[in-house]
T-cell receptor, first 107, second 115 residues
């Protein structure tokens, strides 16, 4: 399976702290994408990192990719209550999603 | 820019009944996807269209599920007959890129409950 798997399954932090979640996958990829899902806005694309990139930033988001370890991490800095959501990585040619990391940011 | 539209938003049916979902992708998006998301799990790709042709339907339970994309725009996903395990949110997504690697835009989903 090319499925990405997120870790941890659940994460609870205080507002203002940083949140880090990881994604591991099994096969070679063209790119890896991170998505956020909450009840209010559905599933939203956050960031795409290509296989020849090692790090990418977008606002408070920082994504790293280590193709040798087949892993990626998503860092959210200075978290806000609005960041409370499930975060998924998607990999492979056919968009295999993992089971997600449920992030709770406590105000 | 209008987003991906889906209807209905909610549907409750009894097992063995039929149901159909509709999706209107973002204008100009060539690629359309249908996903099934069971509670507590990530989305599972059911079928992918490129214009009106099927690119991948390897995970579509073809004995009961069918999908079409007429004229390369709107799409419908049908389940006939429904089973209890089909209870899930059905998500439609579209992407501009002609390849499967592009950023996807998701609709709000249709929550199906089979009783």
């Amino acid at each position: 399976s090319q499925q990405g798997e997120e870790d941890p399954q659940a994460l609870s932090i205080q507002e203002g702290e940083n949140a880090t979640m990881n994604c591991s996958y099994k096969t070679s990829i063209n790119n890896l994408q991170w998505y956020r899902q909450n009840s209010g806005r559905g599933l939203v694309h956050l960031i795409l990192i290509r296989s020849n990139e090692r790090e990418k930033h977008s606002g408070r988001l920082r994504v790293t990719l280590d193709t040798s370890k087949k892993s990626s991490s998503l860092l959210i800095t200075a978290s806000r209550a609005a960041d409370t959501a499930s975060y998924f990585c998607a990999t492979g040619n056919q968009f295999y999603f993992g089971t997600g990391t449920s992030l709770t940011v406590i105000p | 820019e209008a987003g991906v539209a889906q209807s209905p938003r909610y549907k409750i049916i009894e097992k063995r009944q039929s149901v159909a979902f509709w999706c209107n992708p973002i204008s100009g998006h060539a690629t359309l996807y249908w996903y099934q998301q069971i509670l507590g799990q990530g989305p599972k790709l059911l079928i992918q269209f490129q214009n009106n042709g099927v690119v991948d339907d390897s995970q579509l339970p073809k004995d009961r599920f069918s999908a079409e994309r007429l004229k390369g725009v709107d799409s419908t996903l049908k389940i006939q007959p429904a089973k209890l395990e089909d209870s899930a949110v059905y998500l439609c997504a579209s992407s501009f890129s002609g390849t499967p690697y592009g950023m996807q835009y998701f609709g709000p989903g249709t929550r199906l409950t089979v009783t």
